[in-house]
């Protein structure tokens, strides 16, 4: 079947499981053209888009090393048409650790975890900015933070880290945007969210993790075991209600739970 003529545009990134594939999915079933950035493909994910003849494209990329790939997208949004309904990057990968103290964890995992986190939803969303600054549509960026970005847990530093900076990056990002609308200029939509918590694998490590290095292992076990984990499609779900309010990016550092 051959694919349907989309009318909007959403690049997500760390695609290939989890809630980045539910918001992939979920964003091709909603007409999207769907751009997958991710190490791996899912090859549920192509299979959905082939028997629906939906547009999705799985880019394999390593974001551990971000600067090529924030190249590509650049370059590729360059020689795409400009009459999207809209364009939006989801910068949704990120990167868990072993939990316990830095000091325990080899410099390079560290360097890759930060990278993951922080400086890929740079790059990309200086690539998507750019690229894309004088399309006559509406410019969304949704960056998916975590509560943990906004409070400090042990053997969870690097985590932590790099979603407290994703939360910091996405107000001046949104300041920065406030600014061009007052020279006149198009401006884009920017919301860093967290997404609530979530039966993914990355709580599965968390849970797994050794309680001597990881003092709220028992805390992560008990989301399991008392039912307090949504699922990734019900998140995606709730993520993209949000990403289509009207008020979007009025709140740029907000919690779905919230809304």
Known sequence: MSPATPHSLTI?????????EALARQSLEAGHLVV??????????ERFAHERGLALQQWQADLANPLTIAQHLADWLRTQPSNWAA???????????PPGPIDGEALETLSSAMRVGLEATLLLSAAFLD??????VQRKVLNISSGLGRRAMAGSAVYCAAKAGMDNLS?????????????????????SLAPGIIDTDMQAQ???????RFPDRDRFAAFKAEGQLASAEDTAARVLKFLARNDFGQQVLADVRDA
Do not use: F, Q
């Open 12 to 20: 997500v990134t760390g695609s290939s499981r989890g809630l980045g």
């Open 36 to 45: 997958g950035i991710a190490r791996g493909r899912s090859e549920a994910l």
């Open 87 to 97: 364009a939006t990057l989801i910068n949704n990968a990120g990167v868990v650790p």
């Open 131 to 136: 690229a894309t600054r004088d399309w006559p």
């Open 171 to 191: 107000r001046a990002m949104a300041l920065d945007e406030e600014h061009k609308a007052a020279k006149g200029e198009r401006a884009a939509r920017v919301v």
């Open 206 to 212: 968390l849970r797994g993790g050794d309680a001597s």
